[in-house]
């Protein structure tokens, strides 16, 4: 046996995991065995399956309809929110939900009508409605419970809108696309190269005790050759361009994760839900994205316009 993130996971050959299994259980004989888990502990069938559901989610809208795109990301940004306000209430921390669900659906939504004043304004807004809602309560912890309201606002809802920004301009859905892969390749870069080099090298132990810096390096290397493709083509930029968004990309996504993993070890939980099999929740899937979003917004808004 090995143990993955702390569980102990049953090597595999062919004929020695479900005696294994069956064992283990006390059972007469035989049993089932668990379902497949990669080396670095997910269930890959299932991260896969839900993965290729995910891209198609979000690619159709993208491509056909951008309002709705906008709607996907909104819809994905309220639930993450959702998972992050029941993680904070672990910890006694006393946030209003529906102030801050609302704000999350918004903050988007009024990016992609508005620009960037709209999503401030809108930001300001949902603090300041869940500021007053939580006054309304006890004030016992009052200040401490503000600081939570700023902190989830600004965590998903917020950075967020750039991803809708992005949408803007006409070549917008390859702005998006180049976005999304560039952070998806440094998520797939980086658990390849991480189990394949068995990641000796530990980034934050502490934190995070899968990261490591082969995984990084991974990470880096398939960043920079899908923006560098991709910016490119078809989006027409220098390669150097593409290189650079492909390295901020490789630091922001990996910031991303490591601090939703500091969010989970503070707390005392391993993910935020577990609506998405393989995955675990919505906000185990956006930390990146959400981390990334300004940076390429910016990059791309300052090399393409």
Not at 94 to 110: D, E, F, T
Not at 277 to 286: C, F, I, N, S
Request: aromatic share 6%; glycine share 16%.
């Amino acid at each position: 046996m090995t143990a993955v993130d702390g569980r102990a996971v049953v090597d595999g050959g062919p004929s020695g995991s479900a005696e294994a299994t069956g064992a283990a259980a006390g059972g007469p004989g035989p049993a089932v065995a668990p379902p497949r888990r990669s080396r670095a502990g997910r269930n890959l069938p299932a991260a896969i399956a839900v993965g290729v559901l995910l891209g198609a989610i979000i690619l159709i809208p993208l491509f056909t309809v951008r309002a709705a795109f906008v709607g996907v990301i909104s819809v994905a940004v309220a639930l993450g929110t959702w998972e992050v306000i029941r993680a904070v209430w672990l910890t006694g921390v006393r946030v209003p939900p529906v102030p801050l669900v609302a704000g999350a659906l918004a903050m988007p939504a009024v990016a992609y009508v508005e620009g960037t004043t709209g999503l401030l304004l809108t930001l300001a807004a949902t603090v300041g409605a869940g500021v007053a809602v939580r006054a309304a309560g006890p004030a016992e912890g009052l200040v401490r419970d503000v600081g939570g309201i700023a902190f989830v606002a600004g965590y998903v809802g917020f950075p967020a809108g750039f991803a809708a920004l992005l949408t803007e301009p006409s070549d917008g859905s390859w702005r998006v696309l180049a976005f999304l892969a560039t952070v998806v390749a440094s998520d797939v870069g980086g658990y390849t190269a991480g189990v394949l080099s068995g990641g000796r090298h530990k980034m934050a132990p502490s934190v995070s005790p899968g990261k490591s810096w082969e995984g990084f390096a991974g990470s880096a290397v398939g960043c920079v050759l899908v923006a560098g493709i991709l910016l490119a083509w078809p989006l027409g930029a220098h390669a150097w361009q593409g290189i650079l968004i492909g390295l901020a990309t490789a630091c922001t996504a990996t910031i991303g994760d490591l601090g939703e993993s500091l969010l989970k070890r503070d707390i005392g939980i391993k993910d935020m839900s577990n609506l998405l099999p393989g995955h675990g929740g919505v906000m185990d899937r956006l930390d990146s994205l959400l981390c990334t979003a300004p940076v390429a917004w910016l990059l791309l808004t300052a090399f393409l316009d």
